[in-house]
């Protein structure tokens, strides 16, 4: 493996204001990605299999913090910041996924790693489902963990029955220009706890620090305008996703992973339309955040599907 090209702690850190949380056997990283500044979190062994973790909305890193110490004892583990997000750079650029994805693969490569098993939730998986449209090559393996992908497993139109719409309503709300911002400024934490406590099972999955600290990271410069940009350019990225589609499928395995009260109630299924080899687990007893709510049922699927060949 090549060195990587990167800065150690603090250095070259592009949010310097934001407390940056450590976790034991684990090294932070800054590397020039495509013209932006993306954050990473290595750990784990060198010489294993590497695996790419991507968090989504309105998390950090930091969401897998308790499925990187389990999968360490026999992969090459990185968590990565999306642009935006965390410690990454808040650039005011395009955030469809396709664009995104370009950045998260040139961070990958700088860190010196040919080949890997890429893993996503939520908006990571948007992106982690267009990386793997644009360098299927260099994928070993796709696992996307309950997200409605653009264009693939997002519905159509945004459900008006009660029962339904408080899972997805915040799309839409997303979308409308200017508003968002003007509610939001100065209540991140009001409306990041919202999330993290409606959408798991359990409503004391997080505790205030963690809520806090993710709030923080919404709060930080340019977060909130590139977390509503995820949103505002959902139909660029599922125009894209189509149209790299129409001329190929997904052949890399593809697991999906679903839990019991979550927002896709079957994201093997939903993903088998578009891919060759797709298995599914469903995870019980968690909401939409399964990796903070069952980390060993992650860590332990994510082991078996990348050893599934040895």
Do not use: C
């Amino acid at each position: 493996m090549n060195a990587p090209a990167s800065t150690p702690r603090g250095s070259g850190n592009p949010v310097r204001d934001l407390p940056l949380p450590d976790l034991a056997g684990f090294t932070h990283r800054w590397v020039d990605a495509g013209g932006i500044r993306l954050h990473a979190v290595e750990g784990g062994r060198p010489d294993g299999p590497a695996v790419v973790l991507l968090a989504g909305f309105p998390q950090t890193w930091w969401a897998w913090r308790k499925v990187m110490p389990n999968l360490a004892d026999r992969f090459h583990v990185i968590a990565i910041d999306l642009p935006g997000q965390g410690h990454s750079e808040r650039p005011d650029v395009s955030y469809d996924t396709h664009t995104v994805a370009a950045h998260v693969h040139a961070a990958v490569e700088a860190l010196g790693v040919p080949t890997y098993w890429l893993v996503a939730h939520d908006i990571g998986a948007w992106v982690a489902f267009s990386l793997a449209l644009k360098y299927q090559s260099q994928l070993r393996g796709l696992a996307l963990l309950d997200a409605g992908i653009p264009g693939i497993t997002l519905p159509d139109a945004i459900p008006t029955d009660p029962e339904l719409a408080w899972k997805t309503w915040h799309f839409a709300f997303h979308l409308v220009p200017d508003l968002p911002e003007a509610l939001l400024a100065g209540r991140e934490r009001e409306y990041v706890g919202w999330f993290l406590k409606v959408k798991t099972l359990s409503s004391d999955t997080f505790d205030d620090a963690e809520i806090e600290q993710y709030a923080a990271s919404v709060a930080a410069e340019g977060g909130l305008r590139a977390s509503l940009a995820y949103y505002r350019d959902a139909a660029v990225s599922a125009r894209k996703n189509h149209e790299a589609l129409e001329h190929q499928r997904l052949t890399v395995p593809v697991l999906g992973i679903s839990s019991s009260h979550g927002s896709i109630p079957d994201m093997a299924a939903s993903i088998r339309p578009w891919a060759d080899h797709v298995t599914g687990i469903v995870v019980p007893d968690a909401g939409h955040f399964i990796p903070d709510e069952q980390p060993d049922a992650v860590a332990a699927a994510l082991t078996g599907f990348i050893t599934e060949d040895d």
